[in-house]
Structures are given as C-alpha cells and as structure tokens.
C-alpha cells in the first residue's frame, strides 16, 4: 500500500537522515515510478522545519532511475525566517545523487484580501468505474496500486490531434490526504504527450515542480481525486506540460508543470 512505500526510517545519530527499502512493485520502467521520490523528499524535508508551515511548493530533479534496494533520503534545512522555510533534500545510494529537490514552506499570513480559487476540473463523468490497469507488457508496475477512471480528453497511444486528458484516481486502500500524498498522486498518470502518439514509447520525467493549495480540507482516507494534463511545447526530444490535482469536492489542491524526455 502507498502508506507502506512512503514509509522513511530515521538513520540514527544523523540529522535529516532516513533510508528506505526501493520496492520493484512500484517500478515505472528501470525505477520506481516518480512520486515516489516526491513524497520521500516532501517528508524528509518536512521534518526539518518550523511545527505549523505547510508545503507551498517543491521542485524535483530526476536525476537517474531509483533502483531497487536500499536508499538514503537526506535532508537540509537551508534558511529557517521568521515566515518562511526553505530546505533541500537528496536520495542517494553509494554516494551517488538519483534525485534531489528543493521546497518552501510557510505558514499563513494575515490578509484582508479575498481568497481566490484556483482552476476548475473540467467535466468527468463520476458514475464510471474506477478499475487497476491490466498488468500487461507497457504498464508500469506501479500501476497495480492505484485505480483508475478516464474521464476527459484522449487517451494515451490514440493519435490524437491534441495532447490533454483526465480522469479520476486513487490510492488502492486509500491514503492520508496530505501534501506528500498529493505530490505522489499528481503522477501516476503519464505524459500527455503520449496521447499525440500511436504506438507505445516510453517517456520519463526530468523534473518537476508542484504548487499547493494553501489549504484542504481533511478529506477521508478513500476519497477519489480528479486530475487533468494538458501538453505544451515540444522541441530536441522534451515535452512540457501542466496537470492539476482536484480534491472530491473539486478543490483545487496542486499544479504540476513538468519536463518529459521522450525516449
């Protein structure tokens, strides 16, 4: 289950220091599927700050495939404010960095001006199904652990005229709605560049950066969410692109803009 895979275990006597055990399970291709590393950064880095700030954003470099076995997640406070927090955190095995990010956080601060809604979901159908995708060959085997509904947009391998698609999604056993959690839900959909494409190829994220919401409510650990991709420049084998992640209720919880290789 995702609360299992998230799991770090604090290396005594080292500060911000944590590893945890790559499961093959939860492979995307030569390595664990990419939100994993989000959230293992995102609560490494959590650790170090100030009770009471919350992520506002985290940026994600994929540095090299997160292989199976034992890794080190280590994380550093780099400059405690008075309002803000800024830390830094790196998975690494044998002194060798595979991802690495930065994130800021922040508590509340007093404002008289009215709070602003972030994008609408477009329209999903919520009565279809949610269902595993088949384990069969180009399905990432991480897959296994979330469920699925398509719901807006094309597909991924549909030759589509454009690139953009949604649907619906969770954690297979539910998940603690928190900012880790969102941060690993927001990828496990693929690139909506592939939808432009007829033919399986595989495509891996060279990073990422996420903003969240400033709040949410404390939705229930099986609460379905809704997510939206839509493709941007492509240009020297990379592809950008921006995805949101909606709460039930359609709050909007978290923008990603990320930059694809295309293999």
Known sequence: MFSDARR???????????????????FQGRGAYGGLANVWLLDAMMGLVRPGRAARTLHVHCAAPIAAGRVEVVAERMREGARVSHASARIVRDGVVEAFGTATFAGSRAADEEAVPGPQAPPM?????LMPLPQMPGVPAFCQFVTYAFGWGHPPYSGAPSRHFGGRC???????ADAG??????????PAELAAIHVPRPAATVDMTLRFAPSWPDYDGDAVYRYAVQGGARRDGYAGEVGHLWGPDGQHLLTVEQLVALL
């Open 8 to 26: 770090l275990t604090p290396i005594s006597g080292r500060a911000g220091a944590h590893w945890v055990d790559v499961d093959p399970a939860w």
């Open 181 to 190: 959690m969102f941060a690993a839900l927001a990828d496990v959909w693929p």
């Open 125 to 129: 159908d919520d009565r279809a199904p």
């Open 170 to 176: 969770q954690f297979v056993g539910g998940a603690r």
